[in-house]
């Protein structure tokens, strides 16, 4: 009886070109039928479904295998570079409502955080007054 984690066929994970070359086959003679050459490697067909060569993987197997997709690495890098722009437009945001002399002064963000820190302890002793 199988559980959740195994298929029918107990296969190990697939393998990239310059790994199966620098590697061998990675099995021993009896994994090969005993003969002592490697099995051969079917390609999926373009209609078939690649979640059965995957089925025999642990979950974090997979989740390493999905992020190591040049689409999947692409998308994270947009999502990344939008992230670190919205960063930085609060910082600069924050930046034009903090006093400070000269005025277009360039602060470091933890400047920035510093100062604004101060500025609200001061607003808040004004109001205290």
């Not at 997709?69 to 990344?80: I, L, N, Q, S």
């Not at 002064?105 to 808040?124: D, H, P, Q």
Request: hydrophobic share 35%.
């Amino acid at each position: 009886m199988l559980n959740s984690d195994q298929t029918e066929l107990d296969l190990p994970p697939p393998r990239s070109e310059a790994e199966s070359a620098f590697s061998g086959c990675g099995g021993s003679a009896e994994d090969a039928g005993g003969v002592g050459l490697c099995p051969p490697v079917r390609a999926a067909e373009p209609g078939e479904p690649v979640k059965k060569e995957l089925q025999h993987l642990s979950r974090e197997e997979r989740r390493r295998r999905r992020r190591a997709t040049a689409k999947y690495r692409t998308a994270h890098a947009t999502r990344e570079r939008i992230r670190v722009e919205a960063f930085n437009m609060a910082f600069a945001e924050l930046r034009k409502l903090l006093p400070t002399l000269p005025p277009d002064k360039k602060l470091s963000k933890i400047e920035i955080l510093r100062l604004a820190i101060c500025y609200i302890s001061y607003l808040n002793h004004v109001l205290d007054v």
